[in-house]
């Protein structure tokens, strides 16, 4: 598996939360009182929230492949194996939902692959060891990105929540010297 990278900022355009330092500056540069800067903190939250959610059912859909991909691969060794010995094998294949067959394959140099989308297309078995791999590489890359991005809009979230306990603890000062005034 590769490792996960580390990104300063998004390939999907999620925007970075800076942390703010300064809530009284930031406050006068952004025109927003304190409980408008709560609720636009808590709704960039939510969107990050969302996103976050999103990529990780994407990544656990993708990483659910993975393996069909091994097992695949490892057929295909086999039957390159007996190809090149020229050996025949039987095997026992899926018919259709719980009806399987036995058969004895005497020259095996065909494979068909679903494709998806109830598509099935025949290759011959280095092409298709070869398309395999592809797509086994390609959906490794997807999961490994999808990791690194979701490494981000944690940071972001984290980011986001020391900012909105930074505006609460603003406005509890405020209210705490405007009760001392009194």
Excluded: C
């Amino acid at each position: 598996m590769a490792e996960v990278k580390e990104i300063d900022g998004s390939n999907r355009g999620i925007p970075t939360s800076e942390v703010i330092e300064d809530v009284a500056g930031w406050l006068t540069k952004e025109k927003l009182s304190p409980e408008e800067a709560e609720l636009v903190l808590r709704e960039k939250y939510r969107k990050y929230k969302y996103v976050e959610n999103n990529m990780t059912l994407s990544r656990e859909r993708m990483s659910e492949k993975l393996p069909e991909f091994k097992n695949s691969l490892a057929i295909l060794e086999v039957m390159l194996e007996k190809r090149d010995k020229e050996e025949p094998f039987e095997t026992t294949f899926l018919l259709s939902d719980d009806v399987y067959s036995r058969a004895i394959v005497n020259k095996p140099d065909k494979v068909s692959i679903w494709l998806g989308a109830n598509v099935m297309v025949e290759y011959e078995l280095d092409k298709a060891k070869a398309l395999l791999e592809k797509n086994q590489s390609s959906v490794q890359k997807l999961v490994d990105d999808l990791t690194a991005e979701l490494a981000f809009i944690k940071d972001q979230i984290t980011t986001t929540e020391v900012n909105m306990a930074h505006i609460i603890n603003y406005r509890v000062m405020l209210n705490k010297t405007k009760g001392d005034a009194k």
